[in-house]
């Protein structure tokens, strides 16, 4: 516990004291918000925006209105998502006698961030959809004779599906739930367990003829990623044989019982539902790990609610056994939270451009109107206010056969042939597709001393 403890606080404070972008893909996030407020157009055919539900640019875009352009502000109020699951999940699943462990449960819940590239600590939507999932889920199960619940259940669906795409899941929990253990009048049981998902559907059909334009970016282009089958069972060994938590919670419950308690079978019915997105949404192209996360989440609800059982049998016996069932579940602890440690660290410290940052910004703005710095919007915009495309995003909406294209689009092209000079943004995501753009367009490489010994490299087009 005090391992798990102390990794987490570490990973809290790099990342919650790092101003830089953790990825190219923050600070292109960041400039939706930033159009937003300026009143500029989000969703427009000649603007590639994220694939993510409009939700998060209208958070970001509040964020910004009261500390600017920042990207460690907007990182630290989504940090407080990350706390807001636990504390929720904690609260649901430890009542009455098991309120003693709700601290270790919260824990369990916090350390999924260790086993997710730590998307609790960086300015992307994952645990702000998953806390509308998980909120619009527990309303439902205890909805009763509520009419007011029920609505605002489905208006908590809608919202996670708004913010991401993949936490609509959560909705299909009520249709495997009534599958699995639906009794009486079967039917209309299962009739009603499907009216969140029908409801989000309809809600896809009102977007698609309302919004052409956001239902292209939130479902089209997300879908023309390329899902890699091969990788399939490899991942889904993967989530499950590194989480041995999971085996002894399952163990753990069908040891001394006939039949499944109805927390549980919920929490079953999720995981049934969200372990094989994960595992799809992981393999696609592009994915992460951080696709894993509500898959994850489920499986420690499952560990969290037989922590009662859990303590019980470590307690049990003389001091041999109680100390190799002791060794036992710490062991599987480490190894759930833990067991990719090495790669982990390596992106803890991850980041897109160096600490010269400011300096680049400043020397994009001596160099006036006329550049461009589509790896990193951020700089030209805080340079001289120029909204221009985002190269990752140009190559992440307009994929060619569910991959990124080797050439950038027209709407890039267009905006490199207008430009005079490009600073040029190096990070871990090899890009040589922009080098190659830059190349066609007439630009050659020039040393800046400004820029001398750091991420960022001047291009300037050459003369005719």
Not at 173 to 200: D, E, M, Q, T
Not at 266 to 272: E, K, M, Q, T
Not at 373 to 387: K, L
Not at 450 to 462: M, N, R
Request: contains cysteine.
């Amino acid at each position: 516990m005090a391992l798990l403890g102390g990794a987490t606080i570490v990973t809290y404070l790099v990342r919650l004291t790092e101003p830089l972008a953790l990825s190219p893909w923050e600070p292109a996030i960041a400039m939706e918000a930033v159009r937003l407020n300026a009143g500029l157009p989000l969703y427009e055919s000649a603007h590639a925006t994220h694939m993510y539900g409009p939700l998060l640019t209208v958070m970001l875009a509040g964020i910004f209105r009261f500390t600017g352009l920042n990207l460690l502000a907007a990182r630290a109020v989504f940090s407080v998502f990350a706390l807001a699951v636990p504390v929720l999940l904690g609260a649901l699943l430890c009542r009455g006698k098991l309120r003693v462990h709700l601290p270790f449960a919260i824990l369990l819940f916090l350390g999924i961030n260790l086993r997710s590239n730590f998307i609790a600590l960086s300015a992307q939507p994952d645990f702000m959809a998953g806390l509308f999932g998980i909120s619009g889920l527990a309303l439902w199960i205890g909805r009763g004779r509520s009419r007011a619940r029920l609505l605002i259940s489905l208006g908590l669906f809608l919202a996670g599906m708004l913010t991401k795409q993949t936490s609509a899941a959560f909705a299909l929990a009520p249709i495997v739930h009534g599958v699995l253990w639906g009794r009486k009048w079967r039917l209309k049981n299962l009739a009603l367990s499907a009216l969140p998902a029908g409801f989000l559907f309809a809600a896809l059909v009102l977007i698609r003829l309302a919004w052409p334009a956001l239902y292209h970016g939130m479902v089209t282009n997300a879908g023309a990623l390329r899902v890699n089958y091969d990788r399939i069972p490899t991942m889904a060994v993967y989530l499950v044989a590194t989480f041995p938590l999971i085996f002894i919670a399952m163990a753990t419950m069908l040891r001394s019982r006939t039949c499944i308690p109805g927390k549980e079978r919920w929490i079953v019915s999720a995981i049934f539902v969200l372990a094989p997105l994960g595992v799809l949404t992981t393999v696609k192209s592009g994915g992460g790990l951080n696709s894993l996360l509500f898959a994850y989440l489920a499986m420690t609800a499952l560990v969290v609610s037989q922590l009662g059982e859990i303590f019980r049998w470590m307690s049990v016996g003389g001091g041999r056994k109680r100390f190799c069932a002791a060794s036992m579940v710490a062991l599987a602890v480490v190894c759930s939270f833990f067991f990719n440690y090495v790669n982990g660290i390596s992106v803890l410290f991850m980041k897109s451009g160096d600490d010269k940052y400011a300096q680049a910004v400043a020397f994009a703005r001596r160099l006036g109107p006329g550049l461009i710095t589509p790896q990193d919007p951020t700089i030209a915009y805080s340079a001289n206010g120029h909204f221009g495309c985002d190269f990752f995003f140009e190559l992440d909406g307009r994929s060619v056969n569910g991959q990124w294209a080797t050439l950038p689009m027209p709407d890039m092209q267009r905006e490199l042939e207008r430009a005079s000079s490009v600073i040029e943004v190096k990070s871990y995501v090899p890009t040589p597709q922009f080098i190659s753009a830059l190349d066609a367009a007439g630009y050659r490489r020039v040393d800046a001393p400004e820029l001398a010994d750091s991420a960022y490299g001047l291009w300037v087009k050459a003369g005719p």
